[in-house]
Nanobody, 124 residues
């Protein structure tokens, strides 16, 4: 079992930055591919970024490329999402999700472990 807890969500002005954290318990994140998803009000959940387990390959949604960076610290059993140049369209609840083993993709159905989410609001 993998328990995931997100933190770091906040209200930020357009152009600002936030760093989200995903902490794990019950298992070692080093063996998992971790992804961040988000769900905006009234919209379906969408994949944002992922990082594979062994090599640390990353993948991003087109909408966040060049602005968001996903990283992992296996010693701290945590994964991070650095979000820069935030836009109102980035508003939503951000979830981290895990799948055991190597995987590069943002298909929601493939991820079996989910956190409860942390809210991000980008507004002036």
């Amino acid at each position: 079992q993998v328990q995931l807890v997100e933190s770091g969500g906040d209200l930020v002005q357009p152009g600002g930055s936030l760093r989200l954290s995903c902490a794990a318990s019950g298992s070692t994140l080093a063996y998992c591919t971790i992804a961040w998803f988000r769900q905006a009000p009234g919209k379906e959940r969408e994949g944002v970024a992922c990082i594979s387990s062994s090599v640390g390959n990353t993948g991003y949604a087109d909408s966040v490329k060049g602005r968001f960076t996903i990283s992992r610290d296996n010693a701290k059993n945590a994964v991070y999402l650095q979000m820069n140049s935030l836009e109102p369209e980035d508003t939503g609840v951000y979830y981290c999700a895990a799948i055991l083993g190597d995987y590069v993709g943002l298909e929601e159905v493939d991820f079996g472990y989910w956190g409860q989410g942390t809210p991000v609001s980008v507004s002036s």
